[in-house]
């Protein structure tokens, strides 16, 4: 089973965390991408919550978030996603859709979803691999096909076409 227990839910960005909204305004200030919410195709918000594992080997993971907040945001051109932690604090990443693929992932031995993410992340100089924790709500297959799709259409798949001499 997962360490947390998670629920997803669409959102629009003015109903994040407000630390979570804060950190996806900040960005968009800096970076200059234009009003936030309308620059936003979609947007959701999961919140994991620590499962209380009260065993012997619980006091050596006392500095892991019992909270987790994740907004996850598609424009047309990026996919952002915030982590904001109770311990940890709050993460930004960003990843143009031009350089990274997706999958939705779900492991039938943990019973965890989410967005599996490979690609070149904002800031990186090597292919990451990383995933996006989200819960077993509808709305999380609804993102993972809007980002799948988005991405698609930012950079369509290459036809491959026969070689002439095959007389195809």
């Not at 947390?4 to 960005?27: D, G, I, K, M, W």
């Not at 979609?42 to 907004?71: P, Q, V, Y």
């Not at 993460?91 to 859709?97: V, Y």
């Not at 995933?131 to 036809?159: R, W």
Request: overall charge positive; charged content about 25%.
């Amino acid at each position: 089973m997962s360490d947390y227990n998670r629920t997803t839910r669409e959102c629009s960005v003015s109903q994040l965390h407000p630390e979570v909204l804060a950190a996806f305004r900040n960005y968009f200030q800096e970076h200059q991408l234009g009003d936030l919410e309308t620059e936003s195709r979609m947007c959701c918000e999961t919140i994991s919550r620590k499962k209380n594992a009260g065993g012997l080997f619980s006091r050596w993971s006392a500095a892991e978030d019992t909270t987790i907040h994740t907004g996850i945001l598609l424009t047309s051109q990026s996919l952002i996603w915030v982590r904001r932690g109770d311990k940890s604090g709050t993460r930004l990443t960003a990843a143009d859709l031009h350089h990274i693929s997706v999958k939705q992932y779900a492991s039938i031995f943990t019973r965890d979803t989410g967005l599996e993410v490979s690609g070149y992340i904002e800031g990186s100089k090597s292919l990451i691999r990383g995933y996006i924790g989200m819960g077993p709500e509808l709305t999380t297959q609804k993102f993972c096909d809007a980002v799948m799709q988005a991405i698609n259409t930012a950079n369509p798949p290459v036809k491959r076409t026969w070689p002439k001499w095959l007389g195809r």
